[in-house]
Every structure is written in C-alpha cells, then in structure tokens.
C-alpha cells in the first residue's frame, strides 16, 4: 500500500487495508520483534547452536530466517542434509542457548496500550508466534502480561507447520473466536503467513525488515513500532 492511501492517523479499521481486512474483529499480534526485542538475541542463539557443530552460516543469513518457526529455520539456513542429521539437535540446543538469553530480553513499549486499544474497539486480541510456548510465556512476564490478557495464545506445539504457513494464524484466530484476522508483525514471514490466510498484516520495524522489505512482501501499512500502533484509532467496521 501506498501511503497515500493510509497513514496511522486513519481509524485502522477504516484504512483500505483491502477488501480482505475491512471487516476484521481479531487482531493476532506476533511476539518475537514485534511485542519483545528478541530477534537479535534467537540470531545469537542459532549462532551458538550452529557454532557448536561447526556450522557457521553468516549472521544476515540467520537474522533474515529468524520469524519462521525452528522447524524450518534450519533447513532454510543450513540445507535440507543439515536439517536431517542435525535439526532436532539444532533445535534443541537453540533453545537451551535462548534460555540463557531470556535475560536480556526487552519489551517494546507500548504492548499493553496496545491490547488496551484493541480491546476497547470491541476487537478480539490474540498472541500468534513461531515460537516455542515456553518462550512466550516468557515474553509474556517481560511484558508484564498473562495468557488472560488475551483471547487465544497460539504457539508452535499447538501447531504442525509454522509461518510462513497460515495454521498458526488460522489456529489462533479460530481460538479467539473471530471470522477475520488483522496480523501485526515485524517478517516478511508474518507478511505471507498472513496472506496465506486472506489477512492483511500491519508491519513493526522492530525485527530489523526494511519498510521497503515488508512492503514489497504485501504489508498493508509498516509503521516503526507497537507503540505507534498503540496510538492509532482501532475500530471495528461490522459487517
Ligand atoms: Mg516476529
């Protein structure tokens, strides 16, 4: 979309985000760079796994992949060889090494102001991420927040293929009980997921994509960040 034909100041509900979106009730909202600054630190993480078997793909490779589910991140980074001798080994230690990172994750302001404003449009609200659920728990104590602040928290297990593939947002969205989803997300993986599901997506700068990038993949609107978004003028258009 052009920015002429949308800007945060328009209700976001009433933006021409495409036919797609103009009657959504539930917005899903991505959690790794997009609600918590993590990106930076799974890219550390898979480094250190990767690194542990004397795999040593270049960081912009791995911070690009980064968003899709571990299922398909190694594979995609490493080549499909890697990925049948070493994925679930990789995946593994990935998590122990982000474990030892959780630490220093920080939270994006503005998420609970967020939630606030869908909420109050009469929106239903839910977490939809690539990740593991133990890890978006834990990004939910960075925030400050619990599973009860949302509709539906939908995570990789409850899931059998992770984004870019739809289920996790086609889950999460049949969980809050709404008919047609709006995504906020910082990947371009977010972007095509989204798409997939006939959902027009809100993209964050936060992960480290490009206005340009997340453009060009089909983001109705890229603002920098959630509290930009937070400050916006939700509002439900039924019908
Ligand atoms: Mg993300």
Known sequence: ???????VNDPLAHVDLGESTA???????DVDGTLVDSTYLHALAWTRAFGAHDLAPPWW???RTVGMGGDL???EVCGADVEDRLGDTLRSEWADRYRELLPEVR???????????????????????????EFTDAALDILGMTRDD????????????????PDILGTALESAGGTQALLV????????????????????????????ELDSAGAALVVDD????????WRRVSG
């Open 1 to 7: 979309m052009d920015s002429d034909s949308a800007s």
């Open 73 to 75: 991140l190694v594979g």
């Open 61 to 63: 490779r791995i911070h």
């Open 185 to 212: 997300g910082d990947t371009v993986w977010d972007v095509e997921s989204a798409a997939r599901l006939s959902a027009a997506c809100v993209g964050v700068r936060t992960g480290g994509f490009s206005e340009a």
């Open 107 to 133: 939270s994006f302001p503005g998420a609970r102001e967020l939630v606030d404003a869908i909420r109050s449009a009469g929106l239903e609200v839910a977490l939809a991420s690539s990740g593991a659920a």
């Open 226 to 233: 959630i509290g930009v978004l937070a400050q916006c003028d």
């Open 23 to 29: 009657v959504a009730d539930t917005v899903l909202l």
């Open 150 to 165: 949302f509709d539906a928290v939908t995570s990789a297990e409850d899931v059998d293929r992770s984004k870019p593939h």
